[in-house]
C-alpha cells in the first residue's frame, strides 16, 4: 500500500484546498491561482451545508475575474458550478448572462 492510499480522500482534498488558498494569499494578482484555490473550495463543499460556505467564497473570487476575464476557458464553467444549487442560481445566471450581453 502507498503511503498515499492510507489518507482518506477528504483530508487530502481538503489539505489541498489549504494549500491552494495559501497560494492564492501570496499570490492575489494571480488569475491562475485565484481560479483554481475557487475550484478547489467547489470540489471540497459539502453536500449538507446548507449555507453554501465554500461555493459563496467561490463566487465571491470568480465574479470579479469574470468580468475581466470572460473569455477564460474555466472561470465561467466554475462559476457556473459554484452558483449550482437553489440559493445561489440565480447569481450564477445573472453574472455569466450579463457578461455576455
Not at 480522500?9 to 492575489?28: H, S
Not at 481560479?35 to 461555493?55: C, G, Q, R, V
Not at 470579479?64 to 444549487?85: E, M, S, T, V, W
Amino acid at each position: 500500500m502507498r503511503k498515499r492510499d492510507s489518507v482518506p480522500y477528504p483530508k487530502r482534498a481538503n489539505a489541498c484546498t489549504l494549500a491552494m488558498g495559501k497560494l492564492a494569499e501570496r499570490n492575489p494578482k494571480n488569475v491562475e491561482c485565484q481560479a483554481f484555490y475557487a475550484l478547489a473550495l467547489i470540489a471540497t463543499a459539502s453536500p449538507t451545508d446548507k449555507t453554501h460556505t465554500n461555493e459563496k467564497k467561490a463566487a465571491a473570487l470568480l465574479e470579479p475575474l469574470f468580468r475581466k476575464y470572460p473569455q477564460h476557458p474555466g472561470i465561467p464553467h466554475y462559476l457556473i458550478h459554484a452558483c449550482d444549487n437553489s440559493e445561489m442560481a440565480n447569481r450564477g445566471v445573472t453574472s455569466v448572462s450579463g457578461a455576455a450581453s
